[in-house]
């Protein structure tokens, strides 16, 4: 018979800073070669956002303004232009992709252990996740290497609003991530709409009443938000 394999929280945490620096040394490793701006458009564009930012030219394509929220991955990218040499500007955000994109182990490992209560099931949940196809993006100049991360932080953050309904403060950080996502994809807007159908279905089910905490929480995000 086999037996059970178990790890404790210390080797489990260790395990996690291993695979996140040789995630993103392997995917460095992959995206630090020579690209062409053919694939996607938006690589354009934010590739040419950083690099107006990094010159202090603003938000201009072509010399022509650009009006948009989307720019908090060019933001990111800007100390990668302040290289001068080309070719180790492209190195430079290969290696900010490649940390971006592994940085999911991170949220991942704390949802982990609000719901797995095995550490080496949730080491295998780890080691999956740096297979994660998306990660490729980080080969790409595309918002998802910023996105996909964010994105589990949202999936954190959220679910730690079951557990603290009368917590105003935490609902004003809510409302401010929630922004910055949406300054990432607009596709973020999906946190607001599925928190608000959860209150919904909670007001069907017990009321409008017993479900007071849950309106002024998600009113106070929506303010912060906006």
């Known amino acids: 018979m086999l037996k059970k394999i178990t790890i404790n929280e210390k080797q489990l945490k260790i395990c996690g800073i291993i695979l996140f620096i040789i995630s993103t040394i392997i995917y460095f490793l992959l995206s630090n070669h020579v690209k062409v701006l053919y694939v996607y458009y938006d690589e354009?564009?934010?590739y040419g956002f950083a690099r107006n930012f990094a010159n202090g030219k603003g938000l201009f394509l072509y010399n022509?303004?650009?009006?948009d929220q989307k720019i908090l991955y060019d933001v990111l990218l800007i100390p990668a232009f302040w290289i001068s040499d080309k070719f180790k500007q492209l190195s430079a955000i290969a290696l900010i992709n490649s940390?971006?994109?592994t940085s999911g182990i991170f949220p991942i490992y704390i949802l982990g252990k609000r719901v797995i209560k095995n550490n080496f099931n949730l080491?295998?949940?780890?080691?999956?996740?740096c297979f994660f196809s998306d990660l490729n993006f980080s080969q790409t100049f595309m918002?998802?290497?910023?996105?996909i991360p964010l994105a589990l932080w949202g999936i954190v953050l959220y679910d730690g609003l079951f557990y603290k309904t009368k917590n105003k403060f935490y609902s004003i950080l809510i409302g401010i991530f929630t922004y910055a996502l949406y300054m990432t994809k607009e596709i973020s807007i999906v946190f607001l709409i599925a928190w608000l159908l959860i209150i919904i279905i909670k007001?069907?089910?017990?009321?409008i009443k017993k479900s007071k905490e849950e309106i002024v929480q998600f009113s106070i995000i929506i303010i912060t938000f906006g």
């Open 44 to 46: 354009l564009r934010y």
């Open 64 to 67: 022509i303004p650009y009006t």
């Open 99 to 101: 940390i971006l994109v």
């Open 123 to 129: 080491l295998l949940c780890l080691i999956l996740y």
């Open 143 to 147: 918002s998802e290497n910023l996105f």
């Open 203 to 207: 007001i069907i089910n017990s009321g």
